[in-house]
């Protein structure tokens, strides 16, 4: 588990390189820091229904939360334009979330979003190929880590 938060604050620390460059600021200008440990977080889908809600809307008030993509994701976000769109972070691939602390940093320039977890139309799919013989060893369980930096 330390490996891999430690890769994860890896990841972080060359988006806010990458984002200092993009912003035409000194490379150092944010440090993620972790103050808080990878977080993970587990749940039984097996049985529950459509539409359930995992995590209510919130907004992180951390610098940027580094999530690992799986096959249960049900994550959406809302858009500027306040419409929620569901977005899949694929197994093997990161998402990067804004948050709170970097939308004050910057003054704006980037806006941390609202966001949720709900069972969704996808996910039910997912389950019901755990029904058939050929899934059946297949988990039902949704396990997320995520990373949760802050500003140093």
Known sequence: MELWESRL???ADVICERLACGLHLPLDSFRCRRFNPLVSTGMNLEGEKEGKILEIPHWDYNLLSVQEGHKYVGLNLWSKKDQKVEINIHAGHLAIIAGKQL????GGKIIAPKHES???KN??????KHKDKEH???SSWRITSTLFTQQA
């Open 103 to 106: 939308e004050q940093l910057l």
């Open 123 to 128: 996910i039910m799919k997912e389950l019901e």
């Open 136 to 138: 059946r060893n297949i």
């Open 9 to 11: 604050l890896s990841v």
């Open 118 to 120: 709900v069972l969704s």
